[in-house]
């Protein structure tokens, strides 16, 4: 039980700090921030695997190392160069169809790792690329060349509709009313939504919501056979 409780607290904590260190920290990490989490991930497991040393000599670093990176982070928005420091310049890698070699030397990125971060991105030519730049994550950005682009409806002069965000209704069976609130829409309204789909009761609803265009898309249990997925208002 002992170790149960002290995992459940370092749990706690840890979820806690990383959570306090914003969304950067839990999506593409900088150099500086995959040290950090490295560093958390190391001095979180002390106590846990020895139970004679103390939260103290845990969560005391890592509430150091959360205040130093969240320190480095507001200091970096007001300097250029602090943050050039900290994180490194994006580096373009192919310009024009053509692999710059002295950056790929630079950066040790081979040519090998380079192909499979195109493929990655649905490229197999790079003679169709018009910019790759490995940026400072470790991920590659790539511009097509006009030309290999997707053509778009304004290319075609093709007028459209705006498209806002869905509007999410019901998750998981749970009816999400502060969504129908602010869409002006009534509990016995999504009723009858989903009893045009063949549906009773929205538990057994996975995902329901209302587009901009007023067509409620449903999603049903497996077990449910819908009549209809789109319905108009």
């Known amino acids: ?43 979180a497991a002390l106590p846990l695997e020895d139970t004679s040393i103390t939260f103290s000599h845990a969560l005391i670093p890592i509430a150091t190392l959360a205040a130093i990176e969240m320190g480095f982070s507001y200091v970096s928005l007001k300097s250029n160069w ?4 900290i994180d490194g310049d994006p580096a373009v890698v192919v310009r024009n169809g053509q692999i ?10 081979n040519v090998n790792d380079l192909l499979a971060q195109l493929r990655q991105k649905d490229v197999a030519d790079i003679s169709e690329v018009e910019y790759a730049i490995l940026e400072c994550s470790g ?16 290319d075609l002069g093709i ?19 502060s969504n129908l609130d602010k869409a002006n829409l009534t509990y016995q309204w999504l009723l009858g939504q989903l009893n045009q789909h063949g549906i009773t009761t929205p538990k057994d609803v996975i995902y329901a919501s209302l587009n901009s265009q007023g067509e409620v898309y449903v999603s ?14």
Request: charged share 25%; aromatic share 12%.
């Open 1 to 43: 039980m002992n170790h149960f409780l002290r995992t459940l607290w370092m749990y706690a904590f840890v979820f806690f700090v990383v959570r306090l260190m914003g969304k950067r920290e839990v999506g593409q990490l900088s150099p500086f921030d995959f040290v950090v989490a490295i560093m958390i991930a190391e001095l």
């Open 82 to 85: 602090l943050r050039n420091l």
């Open 100 to 109: 710059l070699d002295t950056n790929l030397r630079k950066l040790r990125y």
């Open 139 to 154: 991920q590659l950005s790539v511009i097509k060349k006009s030309q290999h682009r997707p053509v778009t409806p304004q």
């Open 159 to 177: 007028e459209t509709k705006y498209e806002g965000m869905p509007v999410p209704l019901i998750l998981d069976g749970e009816v999400l009313f």
């Open 220 to 233: 049903p249990r497996e077990d449910i056979k819908p009549v209809d997925i789109y319905d108009n208002i």
